[in-house]
């Protein structure tokens, strides 16, 4: 392919960023404009043209996934030897290549979870550590570590910040745990991940035959997601780039979630002091959302805008109108929660796949009931953030059998024939278990390994037909980096675990003043980020997209929640209260013949009404209208048994069959 032909799918603003092959470039990209499209282009586009040598190029960001997906679409455009990294990945890699030579012997080792440690220096200094302050003080120690805080200064950057007690520790008990921290880790022979970054920082600063043969390697440096980029991670480029001005940033201020753990966009924003004459491109054309999931985005950053910050990037959707935006207050808690669960339902019934569907939330606490609704609907879901996909044990023994597999392989079969064949014994088969639990975590783990072969397999870059063995390699790259395959279900996440994630149907759910904002953020500052928060959470959706909120808590409580203060510019304060549960009117005629039915039923089973269906239930039904199985299935109260008994006689009452 000629290097030109490269730039026939970008927009004139993505092309410009391709064409930006030299000195500093500063791309600020909104939400859904294509970021990644135009900086692997970028690459590629300088490797053909002969400007970039592959091996000379360093592409970092912030998630194993989008490293991953920036490594695949470089593949796919013909590009190999190119770095594409975490911050953390690369680091890792460097030091591992350079402690022999400068140290000797084996790096430290490293250690994943800090708990043990922290429990242990706080019983050193007399700070009390139990398993919920430990992860409070564990944060607070990576916010110090990213911060480049070290013990000695902690006290005065804890009141600087406003960042007060922790876990019932002043800032001085603090510093005495950081202290004691160092000290423990020194002992133990272990390092953090944070010191990954900081010990390479340091060797490059202290030896400059590194240094020299790091920017030999490195002379072309790509960082996405750069206004989230830690004062820690900032230090470790500027001694990757020595000086030199070879760097391309991409970023957008608005999505600025992760102050709390030492993120800031202030070195997004003075780019171009710190780098004379670079280049700004802007990227606007939003192709991820409708027009009115775009609007309401728009609306919520011009109507939080302090006269302090610089005007908003206003996204200019690209794609054809979609459905309103959905507004709904509820009665409580659980009623959102089905009615929620109802909602995804009914898409899946009409022909979204339950992937494409999430239901995104400020706290993980608020998980649980939208777990209990979707199990009740009889709707598979995976919650993001829990346990990582190649740490589950019906994975790795997936993995051992498809090695196996790819020894003996019958290179006549399709790529897909053979995984399936290989993993009908872990737990796959054409059609997913009917019950939710283990068995259906099981199917839906070995299924995405299912997809992922189907995608490797129609790779239409490949030159020769993919095989068992290139799924194992890719499927070892990914464990590699935490870069898991998608799992088909409902998706439910926190917000910030939502960034850089986009689905067809998004539910932004508990959106009332005290979740969001939250009621810890109380400085102005702290607000703007919950703002910023929303507005992510918004932005990841293309097509449907509903905000709600819950008036109380429980059932028959008082609702004296409010709406957030984000949405009431956006809020359509015209519209009449909703129904009970947010559900359509009572059709009282059904409902007259619903209850006939439970009657005739009742009368043959010589059992009381309430057994058959409650009034509850008819009520549901008589505002739902099911038409199918997948229907009934979303309304609360009405499980398999009883779709398997009274399934098809209620849904002929419903459509005026006799029955």
């Known amino acids: 392919m000629p290097a030109d032909d490269l730039l026939d799918a970008l927009d004139p603003d993505q092309r410009e960023v391709a064409r930006a092959l030299v000195g500093p470039v500063c791309v600020l990209a909104g939400a859904g404009t294509g970021k990644t499209r135009a900086i692997t282009h970028r690459i590629a586009y300088g490797v053909r043209t002969g400007v970039y040598r592959p091996s000379s190029v360093l592409a970092v960001t912030f998630t194993a996934r989008a490293a991953g997906e920036m490594r695949q679409r470089l593949r796919q455009l013909g590009v190999a030897g190119v770095q594409a990294r975490t911050f953390h990945a690369a680091a890792l890699r460097q030091l591992g290549y350079f402690w022999p030579k400068v140290v000797g012997g084996a790096p430290p080792r490293l250690v994943e979870a800090k708990a043990p440690l922290i429990a242990e220096a706080g019983r050193r200094v007399g700070v009390l550590v139990d398993r919920i302050a ?148 802007r990227l606007v054309r939003d192709y991820r959302s409708t027009p009115q999931v775009v609007e309401a985005a728009n609306r919520l950053l011009v109507a939080g805008r302090r006269p302090s910050e610089p005007s908003p990037l206003q996204l200019v959707a690209q794609r054809p109108d979609g459905p309103a935006v959905r507004f709904v207050a509820y ?128 790779d239409p870059a490949r030159e ?115 129904a009970r549960g947010a559900l359509p009117p009572l059709d009282v005629e059904l409902l007259d013949r619903l209850r006939a039915w439970r009657s005739l039923i009742a009368d043959q089973t010589a059992k009381p009404a309430f057994t058959v269906l409650s009034d509850a239930v008819l009520d549901q039904v008589a505002r739902a209208h099911p038409a199918s199985f997948a229907d009934l299935a979303a309304i609360r109260g009405i499980g398999p048994a009883k779709i398997e008994r009274f399934g098809a006689q209620v849904l002929a009452v419903v459509a005026g069959r006799a029955v």
């Open 134 to 281: 430990v992860r409070d003080l564990a944060s607070e120690v990576e916010w110090a570590k990213v911060s480049l805080v070290a013990a000695d200064d902690y006290v005065a950057a804890a009141q600087a910040t406003g960042r007060g007690d922790v876990a019932g520790a002043d800032p001085q008990a603090v510093a005495r745990l950081l202290a004691s921290y160092e000290d423990v880790k020194t002992e133990r022979g272990v390092i953090d991940f944070e010191d990954v970054l900081l010990l390479l920082a340091a060797m490059l600063v202290d030896h400059r035959a590194v240094a020299d043969e790091v920017r030999a390697q490195y002379r072309h440096f790509v960082v996405d997601e750069y206004q989230d980029v830690s004062p820690l991670q900032q230090y470790l480029l500027d001694q990757w780039l020595g000086g030199r001005h070879e760097l391309c940033v991409v970023g957008d201020p608005a999505q600025t979630i992760y102050s709390f753990a030492g993120a800031s966009p202030h070195h997004l924003l003075t780019f171009t002091r710190t780098h004379p004459g670079a280049q700004v491109v």
């Open 464 to 578: 020769e037909p993919a095989t068992v063995r290139d799924l194992v390699a890719d499927l070892d790259e990914r464990a590699a980096s935490q870069h898991a395959p998608a799992v088909d279900g409902v998706t439910l996440a926190s917000l910030h675990a939502a960034k850089g994630l986009e689905w067809d149907a998004v539910f932004l759910v508990g959106l009332s003043e005290g979740l969001l904002p939250i009621s810890l953020a109380e400085s102005d500052e702290q607000v703007a980020e919950e703002r910023r928060l929303l507005y992510v959470g918004i932005t990841r959706a293309r097509v449907h997209l509903e905000l709600s909120y819950a008036r109380a808590r429980a059932g028959g409580g008082r609702g004296n929640r409010r709406v957030s203060r984000f949405l009431v510019p956006l809020w359509p304060q015209a519209a009449p209260p909703p």
């Open 331 to 458: 009665d409580d808690d659980e009623a959102e929660a089905g009615a929620v669960a109802r909602r995804c339902a009914r898409l899946v019934a009409d022909g979204t796949p339950a992937g494409q569907i999430a239901v995104l939330f400020r706290t993980n606490a608020q998980s649980q009931a939208f777990e209990e609704a979707l199990a009740a609907a009889g709707l598979g879901y995976q919650v993001r953030g829990g346990e990582r996909f190649f740490a589950r044990r019906d994975v790795r023994d997936a993995l051992v059998l498809l090695r196996g597999g790819a020894r003996s392989a019958d290179p006549t079969l399709p790529l897909g024939t053979q995984v399936r064949d290989i993993l009908l014994t872990v737990g796959w088969a054409e059609q997913p278990p009917a019950a939710r639990g283990a068995a259906r975590e099981r199917w839906d783990a070995m299924n995405a390994l299912v997809g992922l072969a189907d995608e490797l397999a129609a």
